[in-house]
């Protein structure tokens, strides 16, 4: 059977690496892409490698970033700039596949088991290509990763950078693999690293080697999924490009012009939230049966809660309710609140998801609502996204009127992953 190959591209420092394309004087100096401070967007989005030597990183505040280097130079983000250059490299990546799979805007997955014969002596040689293909053509740089599938590929990216090649083949993977920290596999953020760690497992290497029942015990279906992984057991299609990822979250969030205090200020915010929410819900033409809530207080203290929704829905009625009902029941309403984010969850491709009930008490469609907020989607379709709205958005001193829903590609967070062509 023909060895499977898979790259994962990812470029190196991109938000700040496409800024400097600009400003070449400060190659040599620290700096950072960070939002706005003045609409409390106030944290690192990206840093150049000067930076990350200093320790500056990616999430943290501006000020946190400034007492480790107080001469990081601050430059604004430019996202079209950004989608200009991720379409730029894609481009250059579907010379060789069809089979593309962004990751986000600044990575993506190519499998080349098929083709790389056509270009190159070898799939690294391939990989070697793609990076000197990109640094002409953009004067940006990329790390890629070489392996037997896709989780290995993405391992292989971040194990050497910047602007490098990193083979991890079936005869060497223990010995490059194995021995980095478990904070390192993909999908291993804190709260998951931290619980690992309590069980003695501190590497890759002992993540592959611990008993699935342990695991799942631990951190649920992720834990033998993430064990499988470390021993080179994924198996995951790369997709080709423009094939969407089945949707299975929409969420979007804010951080507000000043601090939500008190129930009227939430649920003001809940509302627009959930309207945006509802309105990808509809346009990816799914229903979700459950919602989430993550709040972020003045000390930067995140907690999130979720529950099940009585049935499937797609309409930010009934998005916002259960969001509310879960401030009721998760939050003290005088507490300040810095950020909130509402998550759909639970998606499917059909509206009724839940067991329905024979009696009365069953919840229902509510087909005028149906139809009102298929109305919103028209109007902002035909006159802007900013056309029609809640009546909270207006002169509210919170940014509100910011989320005002918009069209595919324009209200996409960034940081976001990407599920398609931007």
Not at 232 to 245: F, L, S, T
Not at 294 to 302: A, E, M, N, S, Y
């Given at each position: 059977m023909e060895e499977r190959w898979v790259l994962h591209c990812d470029c190196n420092s991109f938000y700040a690496s496409v800024e400097l394309l600009a400003h070449p004087e400060l190659r040599q100096r620290c700096v950072a892409v960070c939002g706005d401070p003045e609409s409390r967007h106030g944290i690192i989005l990206a840093k150049n490698e000067p930076a990350k030597k200093l320790g500056v990183k990616t999430a943290e505040t501006i000020w946190q970033a400034k007492r480790k280097c107080p001469d990081l130079v601050l430059l604004p983000p430019h996202r079209e700039l950004y989608r200009k250059y991720y379409r730029i490299i894609n481009t250059i990546y579907q010379r060789y596949t069809d089979r593309v799979e962004p990751f986000s805007i600044d990575e993506s997955w190519l499998d080349v088991t098929g083709s790389w014969q056509l270009f190159e002596k070898s799939p690294a040689a391939l990989a070697d290509r793609l990076r000197a293909e990109v640094k002409a053509a953009t004067g940006l740089t990329i790390s890629v990763g070489v392996s037997f599938n896709k989780v290995f590929a993405k391992l292989g990216s971040d194990y050497k950078k910047p602007d490098a090649t990193t083979l991890i083949s079936r005869q060497n993977y223990r010995d490059i693999l194995w021995?980095?920290?478990?904070?390192?596999?993909?999908?291993?953020?804190?709260?998951?690293?931290?619980?690992?760690?309590?069980?003695?497992?501190?590497?890759?290497?002992?993540?592959?080697?611990?008993?699935?029942?342990?695991?799942?015990?631990?951190?649920?279906?992720?834990?033998?999924?993430?064990?499988?992984?470390?021993?080179?057991?994924?198996?995951?299609?790369?997709?080709?490009?423009?094939?969407?990822?089945?949707?299975?979250?929409?969420?979007?969030?804010?951080?507000?012009?000043?601090?939500?205090?008190?129930?009227?200020?939430?649920?003001?915010?809940?509302?627009?939230?959930?309207?945006?929410?509802?309105?990808?819900?509809?346009?990816?033409?799914?229903?979700?049966?459950?919602?989430?809530?993550?709040?972020?207080?003045?000390?930067?203290?995140?907690?999130?809660?979720?529950?099940?929704?009585?049935?499937?829905?797609?309409?930010?009625?009934?998005?916002?309710?259960?969001?509310?009902?879960?401030?009721?029941?998760?939050?003290?309403?005088?507490?300040?609140?810095?950020?909130?984010?509402?998550?759909?969850?639970?998606?499917?491709?059909?509206?009724?998801?839940?067991?329905?009930?024979?009696?009365?008490?069953?919840?229902?469609?509510?087909?005028?609502?149906?139809?009102?907020?298929?109305?919103?989607?028209?109007?902002?379709?035909?006159?802007?996204?900013?056309?029609?709205?809640?009546?909270?958005?207006?002169?509210?001193?919170?940014?509100?009127?910011?989320?005002?829903?918009?069209?595919?590609?324009?209200?996409?967070?960034?940081?976001?992953?990407?599920?398609?062509?931007?």
């Open positions: 021995p980095l920290p478990v904070g390192q596999m993909l999908f291993v953020g804190r709260s998951a690293k931290e619980k690992l760690q309590g069980l003695g497992v501190r590497t890759i290497g002992e993540l592959a080697a611990a008993e699935p029942a342990m695991l799942q015990s631990a951190l649920g279906k992720l834990g033998p999924e993430i064990g499988r992984y470390a021993r080179g057991e994924d198996a995951e299609p790369v997709r080709r490009w423009g094939e969407a990822e089945p949707v299975k979250s929409v969420g979007n969030g804010m951080t507000f012009k000043r601090n939500l205090c008190g129930p009227a200020d939430i649920r003001h915010a809940l509302t627009v939230l959930a309207d945006e929410v509802a309105a990808r819900l509809r346009r990816h033409g799914v229903w979700a049966g459950a919602v989430q809530v993550t709040v972020r207080d003045t000390q930067l203290k995140t907690i999130t809660r979720q529950k099940q929704l009585p049935q499937a829905t797609h309409l930010a009625k009934d998005l916002e309710g259960g969001c509310w009902q879960l401030m009721q029941a998760n939050w003290e309403m005088q507490k300040p609140i810095r950020m909130l984010t509402v998550t759909a969850l639970s998606i499917t491709t059909e509206p009724f998801a839940v067991q329905q009930s024979f009696f009365e008490d069953a919840p229902r469609t509510d087909p005028k609502r149906e139809k009102l907020e298929q109305s919103l989607d028209a109007i902002r379709q035909k006159y802007g996204r900013a056309a029609i709205g809640a009546g909270s958005i207006l002169k509210n001193d919170l940014g509100l009127g910011e989320l005002a829903i918009g069209s595919p590609g324009e209200d996409e967070d960034l940081d976001e992953k990407v599920k398609g062509p931007l």
